[in-house]
């Protein structure tokens, strides 16, 4: 087989007065999300995609949130690693489609800055990266601003 495709999804609570990281670059909002690393949940649903992708468990087997040393660890490199075990296992990402899910800020002017921070960080070209905002309509914990939610697909193919 050549070609695999995962799937992964990440929650996270949204708190006034926490910073707020999405794709990997700061968004400008009174509420950011609240976890143990950076609480970044479309690089966790990236990461999850990835690893489902060949095999890898998830994100939580690998970087657990009771371990300290993951403790508002920047997301980014949670992703580099990932890309790294990707690699070991003789893969590489051929490319990524993720939905963001929130009710407010819009995001639409961070998209692509996100985008080319994600590139770089998983050495892949920009175009291979697309990232989609939607909202819940005000229903829900999304409508009610309590979360924030992501979904990805993650395409990767054999280099050896």
């Not at 690998?62 to 690699?87: E, G, M, R, T, Y």
């Amino acid at each position: 087989m050549n070609f695999r495709i995962g799937f992964g999804y990440d929650v996270h609570q949204l708190k006034e007065g926490t910073p707020f990281i999405l794709g990997g670059i700061p968004i400008e909002h009174s509420k950011g999300a609240h976890g143990h690393s950076d609480a970044d949940v479309l690089i966790h649903a990236i990461c999850d995609a990835l690893l489902g992708a060949v095999n890898l468990r998830d994100i939580g087997f690998h970087f657990p949130d009771n371990d300290p040393a993951f403790k508002a660890i920047d997301s980014k490199i949670l992703l580099a690693k990932v890309i790294d075990l990707l690699h070991e296992k003789g893969y590489s990402v051929g490319n990524i489609d993720s939905t963001v899910c929130l009710q407010t800020p819009k995001i639409k002017p961070y998209i692509p800055g996100m985008q080319q921070t994600l590139a770089q960080t998983m050495g892949i070209d920009i175009d291979a990266i697309a990232i989609k905002a939607t909202t819940s309509e005000k229903m829900g914990f999304v409508g009610r601003e309590e979360g924030i939610t992501a979904y990805a697909v993650a395409l990767v193919y054999r280099i050896r």
